[in-house]
């Protein structure tokens, strides 16, 4: 069974702090994970996906096999981070149905 | 191409009756799914298509869930007799092949 666990719900930084969001998951075989984002009034839009190893607005995030986690990190918050962050896992193949976390609330004070 | 479209955005329902919502996926994709959110909850996966065939549904699709995909195009979800559980967003995504989804807005469905 796939399962992907947020620890949690609230993150709160002040602007300029370095920010880690929590993702770990549990999945038998290779997974593709990514992290989604939602913006207040907007869609669920998706911020990056492992695979790409590319940096969005500043984020990374790293798979780490061995500790089955794949933790969301920025070195300095900014306040337009503030947001809902889900991550997200598909199983062999990709493309097929999601697994999201719960979700952490990212809030970045002044 | 303004996205993938969901309509209606609210909908407002008395226990019981029956409800139906649209999805427009990206033209060009053609995987479509149906998520539902509860409050404080991620999207958990409803259903999946592949073109106009219905791949995966899930457990959580009871017998009063029913999807379509006629033409590989639009999407409908109808839920039977609703119950005051059923109350939720319900959102729609597509993607092409293996690339990461594009979601609708979503459609909120309140139960009373």
């Known amino acids: 069974a796939q399962r992907v666990t947020q620890p949690e719900k609230l993150l709160s930084v002040f602007k300029g702090a370095p920010v880690e969001l929590k993702c770990n998951y549990s999945y038998s075989g290779s997974p593709e994970l990514f992290w989604y984002v939602q913006y207040s009034r907007q869609r669920l839009q998706l911020l990056l996906r492992?695979?790409s190893r590319e940096s969005i607005k500043g984020f990374t995030a790293d798979l780490n096999k061995g500790e089955t986690s794949f933790h969301l990190k920025k070195p300095f918050a900014q306040e337009e981070d503030s947001a809902m962050y889900y991550c997200?896992?598909?199983?062999?193949?990709?493309?097929?149905?999601?697994?999201f976390g719960t979700g952490t609330q990212l809030k970045v004070e002044l | 191409d303004t996205g993938v479209s969901q309509d209606p955005r609210h909908k407002i329902t008395k226990r019981g009756q029956n409800v139906t919502f649209r999805c427009d996926p990206i033209?060009?994709?053609?995987?479509l799914y149906w998520y539902r959110q509860t409050l404080g909850q991620g999207p958990e996966f409803l259903t999946y298509?592949?073109?106009?065939?219905?791949?995966?549904k899930s457990r959580l699709l009871s017998d009063r869930f029913s999807a379509e995909r006629p033409k590989g195009s639009f999407s409908t979800l109808e839920i039977q007799r609703t119950e005051q559980g059923d109350s939720a967003m319900y959102l729609c995504?597509?993607?092409?092949?293996?690339?990461?989804?594009?979601f609708g807005s979503g459609t909120r469905l309140t139960v009373v």
């Open positions: 033209s060009e994709h053609n995987r």
């Open positions: 492992h695979i």
């Open positions: 995504a597509s993607s092409r092949d293996i690339e990461g989804y594009t």
């Open positions: 298509f592949q073109n106009e065939a219905q791949l995966e």
């Open positions: 997200a896992l598909s199983g062999a193949g990709g493309g097929n149905k999601l697994t």
